[in-house]
């Protein structure tokens, strides 16, 4: 993944130089890497023949064979567990692992997967840990963009953004992972699991290899037969519910966002629902695009309170139907 080669060179140069940050802040799009980065600055820390100027382990010692193995116990990652959320238990965890004494390497490394999403309590824990930290221990705090972890937590890290592929860059890595297989998905696929994944070639593989383009477009089709009026928000709400409710506030998101782009002058980004928004567009003022993202990511900031799914898609399914003028408006 070339995307990631700056990053890992800024790492490496303030290693040569003694400038570790005890603690950085990984920043990026779903997909983008963050969680592969992570694991190559970890397996260079620990590896044993690691000198000036290399940005990646021998792959040979027995640091590194014991990261091939997944089976490092100087190398913790901690993320959310049966919730989505990092609980207070799980920062307990990594703070007892950050006093104490490397195993078989000379620094320990914890990698916090998503520390956007740690509770109030556990960021807090790990605030204390940030604060005093121990010398042969390195963390590596993973951060989706747009969500939020605490000012305090942030200042003290030192951050490194990870930017998403050029487009030429991530098409080239997905046609180049996908090659060898003997039924890989046709360029269009390829181009639309891209876009869906907002540009973050890894996630536009993670969906190519599940059956998520599949339960979208059943998606799509409800969606359009619903703003007809020809089927009930009961009957809509199934196939979304079917994509997972992440899932379908990020599609919707993405819809919101054609919405306003088209409302702009612009063109709208998915294929798929470009007749629908521009036929929106020419009965609605710009603001009820906004209005719609903003209840989207009123939905998205309730998924921390355990919200129903079922509920928060009839209500966003209710709000797009809003848009729809009167006249042509069914009972639904």
């Known amino acids: 993944m070339p995307w990631l080669m ?35 600055i970890a397996a260079l820390l620990v590896c044993d023949r690691r000198t000036p100027g290399m940005r990646s382990p021998c792959g040979e010692c027995r640091q590194c064979l014991l990261v091939a193995g997944e089976s490092h116990p100087d190398i913790r990652v901690y993320q959310p567990e049966k919730s989505r959320m990092i609980r207070i238990d799980q920062v307990r965890a990594l703070s007892q ?58 200042s003290r890290c030192r951050v490194l953004p990870l930017a998403t592929p050029r487009a030429e860059e ?50 799509l089709e409800a969606f359009r037969q619903f703003m007809k009026g020809a089927i009930t928000v009961a009957a809509a ?38 007749e629908v928004v521009r036929y929106l567009a020419t009965s609605n003022p710009p603001w009820r695009a906004h209005q719609l993202v903003d209840a989207i990511r009123d939905s998205r900031r309730a998924l921390v309170n355990n919200v129903s799914p079922e509920l928060e898609t009839d209500r966003l399914l209710v709000q797009w139907r809003g848009l729809m003028p009167v006249r042509k408006r069914s009972a639904g």
């Open 6 to 40: 700056p990053v890992l060179e800024q790492f490496g140069q303030a290693l040569d130089q003694g400038r570790l940050p005890h603690a950085s802040l990984v920043t990026g799009e779903r997909g983008v890497g963050k969680r592969h980065l992570a694991e190559c």
């Open 97 to 154: 692992f950050a006093v104490a004494s490397p195993q078989v390497a000379g620094i320990k490394v914890a990698i916090v997967d998503r520390a956007d999403q740690l509770n109030i309590n556990a960021a807090n824990a790990l605030l204390k840990t940030l604060e005093e930290p121990a010398s042969d221990v390195v963390l590596l705090l993973l951060q989706e963009t747009g969500r939020p972890v605490l000012p305090t937590i942030r």
């Open 170 to 219: 991530a098409t080239g890595w997905l046609a180049a992972e996908l090659a060898s297989r003997e039924q890989a998905p046709d360029t269009d696929r390829q181009a639309l699991a891209l876009h869906l994944a907002g540009g973050a070639p890894r996630l536009a593989l993670e969906l190519l290899d599940s059956d998520f383009l599949t339960r979208r477009d059943a998606a």
């Open 237 to 274: 709400a199934r196939t979304f519910r079917d994509l997972g409710l992440e899932a379908t506030l990020n599609l919707m998101e993405a819809w919101a966002n054609d919405l306003a782009r088209v409302m702009a002058g612009g063109d709208a980004r998915d294929p798929g629902i470009v």
